[in-house]
Nanobody
Framework: QVRLVESGGGLVTAGGSLRLSCAASGRTFSSYAMGWFRQAPGKEREFVSGLSGSGSSTDYVDSVKGRFTISRDNAKNTVYLQMNSLKPEDTAVYYC?????????????????WGQGTQVTVSS
């Protein structure tokens, strides 16, 4: 069983930055794509960013391109989401997830394991 634990959420003013971390258990971390999703109150969960097992291939939803950066450290079994120039509309619970595939995907059903989520609140 794979366990994912997110950290790094919090309250920040607009224009600020946060870095989310997601620590994963298991021995085959580098074999699978990882992704970040978010869910705002009253809205459906949406894809934010994903990257391949090696970290060489990344994908971002248009609304965060140029502001967020996803990365991973396979030696530490950890994936990160650096979030800069945060906006109030970025407020949501952020979830990391592990795919059962090597390449990144925007499809939530292709992610097998999910973390418990971490709250990000951006005040205006």
């Amino acid at each position: 069983q794979v366990r994912l634990v997110e950290s790094g959420g919090g309250l920040v003013t607009a224009g600020g930055s946060l870095r989310l971390s997601c620590a994963a258990s298991g021995r085959t971390f580098s074999s699978y794509a990882m992704g970040w999703f978010r869910q705002a109150p009253g809205k459906e969960r949406e894809f934010v960013s994903g990257l391949s097992g090696s970290g060489s291939s990344t994908d971002y939803v248009d609304s965060v391109k140029g502001r967020f950066t996803i990365s991973r450290d396979n030696a530490k079994n950890t994936v990160y989401l650096q979030m800069n120039s945060l906006k109030p509309e970025d407020t949501a619970v952020y979830y990391c997830a592990r795919s059962d595939r090597w390449g990144p995907s925007r499809l939530s059903y292709e992610y097998v394991y999910w973390g418990q989520g971490t709250q990000v609140t951006v005040s205006s």
